[in-house]
């Protein structure tokens, strides 16, 4: 196990590498920070100096070798801690990526908390019947789930909660923006929670249609294997053939899914996060976007894939929790 976990850490290092180098050359041509900067600083775009000077300064060189030397050259103060400024009001920028990375990470976390155990639920109650009223029933909804994109349900749940719910009692039922009022100063968990309230139903919707789905397909396929049957034929209980044989084989393949989904949250809540106003990573990368600001969305970009490799580690480390006859070495 420690030589497989060693191996693929290993390996990380030269894939993120590469990622990132990727990365930066597309955003230099996708974004073009020395124009957006000159756009940002009218003035100083009028003294060739001044810019000569931030090029330098930002390693914003010409061509696939300046491309190369100014990767080399960001990525030494990306790793040292000395980032470059964002270009539009030259600010700090880990302190509002950590703030964005925080509330995504918040939203997301407590969304699959409430999401993936009921969508797990409702796999095994439809499994456990195939073909029956309630096996359709499942599978319609999470059907319906499905279809129903995070844009459409976050408008119709504003559009319900907000403007129909005031015109029905006076006041909104939930706030529809937002983390905390205008003016609000501190940490208040259930006013936090009463603003997150439309956003997690939002992003639970389709969670719990893909692992209800993928939980029902999983367990069946367990079901019809022989040693259960087996084990069925020698007396045990069909509770307990459910839960210390099926189950734990049934969930070796989700264990995929959750972490792909748990990996790619930092960054896969851009439009539900945009609609909703919530202060993320999905609003933090479209507010950089339209900027073109180019240091602060190559941070943004490493932070997302690291994410996503590192939580690929773990799904793989997982296997061999749930399921003794894989061997990772």
């Known amino acids: 196990m420690f030589r497989f976990i060693l191996r693929r850490v290993l390996w990380m290092i030269p894939t993120l590498l590469l990622l990132t180098f990727v990365v930066y050359c597309a955003l230099r041509l996708a974004t073009n920070p020395l124009a957006s900067y000159a756009r940002s600083n009218p003035r100083i775009a009028k003294q060739p100096e001044k810019m000569q000077q931030y090029i330098e300064t930002n390693g914003l060189w010409d061509g696939f070798g300046g491309y190369v030397r100014g990767y080399f050259h960001w990525l030494r103060g990306f ?121 997690i139903i939002v992003v639970s919707i389709q969670t719990i249609a893909a692992y209800s789905r993928y939980m029902r397909a999983s367990l069946l396929d367990v079901l019809s294997s022989d040693y259960l049957r087996t084990a069925k034929s020698k007396g045990i209980s069909d509770r307990r053939v459910l839960i210390r044989h099926a189950l734990r084989n049934a969930l070796v393949p989700i264990v995929t899914l959750a972490a792909l989904d748990v990996g790619s949250i ?33 941070p943004w970009m490493v932070i997302v894939t690291t994410s996503v490799i590192v939580f690929n580690l773990l799904a793989d480390l997982s296997y061999a ?7 990772l070495d």
């Open 266 to 298: 930092v960054g896969g809540l851009i439009i539900t996060e945009a609609i909703f106003e919530y202060p993320g990573m999905g609003k933090f990368f479209l507010t950089a976007s339209a900027n073109g600001d180019f240091p602060e969305l190559m």
């Open 79 to 199: 790793l040292t801690g000395n980032w470059q400024p964002s270009i539009k009001g030259s600010r700090p920028v880990w302190p509002n990526l950590k703030q964005a990375l925080i509330n995504t990470v918040r939203l997301g976390i407590v969304a699959s908390m409430v999401a993936i155990p009921i969508g797990l639920a409702f796999g095994v109650f439809a499994a456990l019947k195939p073909g029956k009223l309630r096996d359709s029933a499942v599978n319609t909804g999470a059907l319906i789930g499905f279809s129903v994109q995070p844009f459409i349900s976050a408008v119709l749940l504003q559009l319900t909660f907000a403007v129909l719910w005031s015109k029905w009692f006076g006041s909104p039922l939930l706030p529809t923006s937002g983390m905390y009022p205008p003016g609000h100063e501190g940490f208040d968990p259930v006013l936090m929670l009463k603003y997150m309230t439309l956003p």
């Open 321 to 327: 929790a749930l399921d003794p006859r894989i061997r």
